[in-house]
């Protein structure tokens, strides 16, 4: 194949075990994913639980759970294993322990013996850590050492000049050294900070390509020293862009509800997607499209089809709004083309969780009228919930439901009463033949079609919106149609 390289493409995926999975997370998981599999790949997962105060329980589930439900597959991580193992920055300890010491050792980094006292001082006074023990004289540093104060390590940064970096989306990127302060490498408890670890991980697992967000750029020249001390070839790296809050202001946030024009709250954690009726080849094609783009004007393609065209040096590298409006209709296109049993596969749980039983061969005829209908599958409960519900205990609903403009409750019960001889006499009680006989019968009767037929849906289905009044009544069948329209007569006959 063409777009298989010599040596692998290996990406991966290392976040943070916080909690539950944010979709800006995955959106740029995503695109370490599509390009592992353009390539022809692998993608790894890994855990970074270095800040052990940050870690939630749960966290790797709720990833698992996100990536399994978004069909996104994964080489190796810590729940399949893989060759380059464990996948857990916290079993992982000695490793960039032994790699701290070296930079030590070789000069690249120090023994910082700053109390908190002492950094409490310096931030007091205005600025960053002061380096104050970045060049002790041998003497003093045993001194330290013998006293067995705890230290961390930090990584020397020089202290002027440049260092660039070259990023698949930005190009050549210059920091000016100065800029930079010797950064924790190793904590006192024996953690590494991201810093370290990622770096030794990204080495030892033999990831090609570091795809992250671009909060990560201003570190970038701390990562690339430490890379070069460490004497190890770096990868190549891609800062991605973030997405901001629907309104373009400020950062998605993580924790914060955000709230769209039209009040509706906006998802930003994978299981709200699954919650509010999303379908997850919906939501990665939404997500594939923040940042990147198909071409040809192409908003809705495959994942096969992302994958074939994805690189990342055609990701923007802006940051840009959360384009949450697209969701729905991106969703209602995937409702249009699912074939129908799938269809109902995924509606059959949303109308459980509503407290419908429901029948298996009602849905799959019901589905086929609501693909054209539905924005998301939560949708189905209002729209055609009423298909599941008990019919014996069915009853007519509220007059100013039944009754059309430019009617009252005698014309309607008259309109109604009239169609039930019509019904009743029809050969076959399917769609189009109801249909037909319905149109007739309006014009015989003198109303408009909409008067007919939309008197007929209230009465049938209990609502101002359903599925198509006649498909409707081909699926209730003859008997239960008939005795609908009845319960409506009656109910408009009654005094109010
Ligand atoms: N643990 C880091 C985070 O969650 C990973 C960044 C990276 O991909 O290197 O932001």
Partial sequence: MSNRQMSPVRTRYAPSPTGPQ????????????LFARHHGGQFILRIED??????????????????????????????????????????????????????????????????????AEMRAAGGGYDRRYRDLSPEQASKLEAQ????????????????????MIRGEVVFDNAQLQDAVILKSDGFPTYHLAHIVDDYHMKISHVTRAVEWLPSFPLHIRIWEALGWEKPQFAHLPVMLN????????????????????????????????????????????????????????????????FQLKDVNPANSAYPIAKLDWLNSQYIQTSAVDDLARRLKPVLEAAGFAVDDDLLRRVAPLLQARLKTLNDVVAMAGFFFADWETFQAPPAEILIKRKMDGVSTANVL????????????????????????????????????FGSLRAAVTGQRVSPPTFETMEILGRAETVRRIELAVQALSEPA
């Fill in 246 to 309: 629907p309104n373009g202001k400020g950062k998605l946030s993580k924790r914060k509800q955000q709230f769209a024009a039209d009040g509706k709250s906006v998802p930003v954690l994978v299981h709200e997607f699954i919650s509010a009726g999303y379908l997850p080849e919906a939501v990665l094609n939404f997500l594939t499209n923040i940042g990147w783009n198909f071409g040809d004007n192409r908003e809705v393609f495959s994942t096969e089809d992302a994958i074939e065209r």
């Fill in 50 to 119: 270095t800040d052990q105060k940050r870690s939630v329980p749960g966290s790797l589930e709720a990833i698992l759970e996100a990536f399994e439900w978004l069909g996104l597959d994964i080489d190796e991580g810590p729940h399949v294993g893989g060759d380059y193992g464990p996948y857990i920055q916290s079993e992982r300890l000695e490793l960039y322990q032994a790699w701290a010491k070296r930079l030590v050792e070789q000069g690249h980094a120090y023994k910082c013996y700053a109390s908190a006292e002492e950094l």
């Fill in 22 to 33: 944010h979709i800006g997370g995955i959106r740029s998981a995503l695109f370490g994913w």
């Fill in 417 to 452: 009463r009239g169609a039930i001889p019509v019904l009743n006499a029809l050969d076959e009680f399917d769609h189009e033949t109801q249909h037909r006989a319905m149109a007739t019968y309006a014009k015989d009767i003198g109303y408009k079609n909409g008067q007919v």
């Fill in 148 to 167: 067995g104060k705890p230290y961390v390590i930090r990584f020397k940064m020089p202290l002027s000049g440049q260092t660039t970096g070259v990023d």
